[in-house]
């Protein structure tokens, strides 16, 4: 089952979806705090999940408000590079350069 | 969302760094306390600028004489926050007597040369991009220390000299009133008949 769950992660560092910040926090964990990544994490998806919902709800309205939905991208982006979410991050980035042209198809 | 993060970890121990960190993300102030704990640092974390001069009890309101318990060293500041910037938050500390002396460092995602340098010509220590990782922190409490001995090396220094200057010169004095008192005894005789030795 460890080998799995280290497979697992390995392919996730291999397709980008992480890179080195992952391993920067999972340095932090230690004996004394053995939740760390866990809760940092727990953290991240719930975020993450709350902007989404924002971020929806904004497209939703149809007139779209490039400043408000670029501010929730810039938390977006902020916390999943806290976490190394690479992918995620990079695709917050395409987002906001879609917002700064007002690109409301893309 | 809870309305206030004030998570602070009490000890007497005064040869701790402790640092105030002001993020508005909860993912960001999870990671840089963990990064300044594990960096031996006692954390106070704040979820925004306005809540962080309530803290330090800068926000003129005289109720609150400041929430602290403990002399902040360091404050660590997140650049983009709804309300007062990081910016905004440097320029009120370096603009009261009472904080002025305390290193503020500012962290951003982004890395735009104006910005950071706007933030250093403020009086900011230093200017950190995110992700922050653990060397940046250690690097900083490095940075910080030495600058506190650096401080406290002078201060004690100047003491026994001073002391000593002190005593010179109180002899000096001393010395100096003796013999004008055995001059105007020699030239002013106290009593008539009094025959000189």
Redesign the interface.
Known sequence: MQRQVALIKQSLFDQGYLDE?FV??E??Q?DA?PN?VE??ST??F??SARLINSIDQALKRGSFDFNRLDSYM??F???S????ASKVKTECTMFREYCRVGNAEG | MALGNLSSSPSSNTSELHVLAVDDSLVDRKVIERLLRISACKVTTVESGTRALQYLGLDGDKGSSGLKDLKVNLIVTDYSMPGLTGYELLKKIKESSAFREIPVVIMSSENIQPRIEQCMTEGAEDFLLKPVKLADVKRLKELIMRGGEAEEEKTSNLSPKRILQNVFFLFFIVFFIITNIVIFIMLFPLRKDETRI
Do not use: R
Request: net charge negative; proline share 0%.
């Open positions: 910040q920067e926090l340095e932090l230690d705090n760390f809760e940092v953290l991240y719930k975020d810039h938390q982006k902020g916390s590079t806290s976490i190394g």
